[in-house]
């Protein structure tokens, strides 16, 4: 007997478990971050997305709710990954002037991951009709969005410089 093909909205159901796990992932990582974060202005940035990661949570939950489903996280081994660097990025440059750079690229390489995921997930709601998951998966590809930038005026405005003129 033939195995049936799975739909999109198996896929959407899916790939919302693994962002789900990334964001709890992301939740319980970033106070180490601004632990080790060397400038206030970067320990300010970890901070202040902390309390939009719990806003992420959130939303997320209110999305498996629309597709009639319990919020259930499944590991996903990218967001993983990405923390087990920042982890050794956090051990091996400990008190070095490079922590903070290492720090930023750790958390930007986290932000791209969920901005391709939200964006998909957003794409994705749209295809199945589901318009007040849109809403809430565009609001936090927004706010991940402008996490980015932020990071990224960081980094070019302090924590760079300060890693190569030491």
Known sequence: MAKEAKQLDTLFHDTLKDIYFAEKK??????KMEKAAQTGELKKAFAKHRTETEGHVARLEKVFAIIDKKPQAKTCDAIVGITDEGAEIMKEYKGSPALDAGLL??????EHYEISRYGTMKT???ELGLHDAVRLLDQ???EEKKTDEALTE??????NQRAEAA
């Open 154 to 159: 960081i980094a070019k405005t302090a924590v």
């Open 105 to 110: 690229a750790a958390a930007q390489a986290v």
């Open 26 to 31: 992301i939740l319980a990582t970033l106070p």
């Open 124 to 126: 994705w709601a749209q």
């Open 140 to 142: 936090t590809l927004l």
